[in-house]
């Protein structure tokens, strides 16, 4: 018993001198990133714009070079990007929306590369952080698909989008007193706020995680030596949560752009 | 100083007190968001399981559909999440 409370002394005294044994960094470094230049000024760059610019520069890189130089028979680069756009076409697409939905690939597809690609620098050594672990970024990525949306619905049924958005048919009169005010908060305000949630969310836990990890094989490895071995079970989980949310990254893209279609398809086509 | 000597002086101060309000509100809170979209994803998840082993050629549609059933059940854990970071952080 005195073996195992000797043994423990160290983390308890770090406890009992604040700040914890697990010594995290502030949370206030998710939030205050230094600046890059310009600082103070709307210009302001500093690793979230950064990550931003890239993914966009990247993704227009990416599709000028394949499309310079397209051949018949697909080889290399290429064979990458044909997949991709072929993979928004039938899961995303073709799942959501329905053939008349293929002249939304281009603005699904940009939609999927940047949020793919910001999402990736969570994994992504010496970076370290989802550019969607800022609310900025999933918040405008939202009102974006809010505007396609209800631009899409107002363009193919004019007003008559609204009618069908707030008084939906088959309701008896005298329950839209109830159904609309529900309509209404569900289609224009929950609508985007929980697909900016939801981007969000993942990816700032996703960063947490692999925080929480990181720090606890440190400490554990500069830590006395009975504690020493626990590292051999807490490093292969740092190592298979980064496997794990390599994979979210590429779901939450994917999800995103698959909700983004689902309500550009429910606007394209209000009876069903 | 030992563990139990920080934890009977934290017991006094009044702000100690408010950090573990908030921290342990927090975690319930948390726990508590947690409980509906596990059940959920859980019974969504099992049903799709099921559709597949029953229809091998339909896996491609059950699969977009059970991860856009995904989305909308762990948006509220989600939430629940945030809520979390709020309260212990902010």
């Known amino acids: ?272 | 100083m030992s563990a139990l000597t920080y934890l009977a002086e934290a017991a006094v101060d009044p702000k100690a007190q408010q950090n573990i309000a908030a921290a342990s509100g927090a975690g319930i809170a948390y726990g508590l968001a947690a409980i509906g979209p596990a059940l959920g994803i859980g019974y969504l998840v099992g049903q799709a399981v099921q559709a597949i082993a029953r229809q091998p050629e339909s896996a491609g549609q059950v699969q977009t559909t059970m991860f856009l059933g995904i989305a909308f059940t762990e948006a509220l854990a989600l939430i629940g999440f945030v809520v979390f970071i709020l309260l212990k952080f902010v």
């Open chain 1, 1 to 272: 018993m005195t073996g195992l409370l000797s043994a423990i002394e160290p983390v308890t005294r770090a406890a009992s001198e604040g700040g914890g044994g697990l010594q995290f960094p502030p949370i206030e470094n998710l939030v205050l990133w230094p600046a890059w230049f310009a600082e103070g000024t709307i210009f302001e760059f500093n690793k979230i714009t950064f990550i931003s610019v890239f993914a966009t520069v990247v993704t227009v890189i990416l599709f000028f070079i394949v499309g310079r130089k397209a051949k018949l028979v697909p080889t290399g680069l290429q064979n990458l990007m044909e997949t991709s756009v072929d993979f928004v076409e039938k899961q995303v697409i073709g799942a959501a929306i329905g053939p008349d939905g293929m002249r939304y690939l281009p603005m699904l597809l940009s939609m999927f590369f940047f949020i793919f690609i910001t999402n990736l620098f969570e994994v992504i050594p010496t970076s370290h952080m989802p550019g969607n672990a800022r609310m900025a970024n999933p918040l405008v990525l939202a009102l974006l698909a809010l505007v396609m949306y209800v631009g899409v619905g107002v363009k193919h049924n004019g007003l008559g989008y609204f009618k069908a958005a707030l008084f939906p048919p088959g309701v008896p009169a005298a329950l839209y007193i109830l159904v609309t005010p529900i309509e209404l908060l569900s289609t224009f305000i929950i609508r985007p706020f929980s697909l900016a949630v939801r981007l969000f969310a993942n990816m700032l836990a996703g960063h947490i995680l692999l925080v929480t990890f990181s720090v606890l094989t440190i400490t554990l490895v500069a830590g006395p030596l009975l504690l020493k071995p626990v590292a051999l079970v807490s490093f292969p989980m740092l190592v298979a949560f980064t496997g794990f949310e390599f994979m979210v990254s590429f779901l939450q893209a994917f999800i995103f752009a698959l909700l983004t279609a689902v309500y550009i398809g429910g606007a394209l086509h209000p009876h069903h």
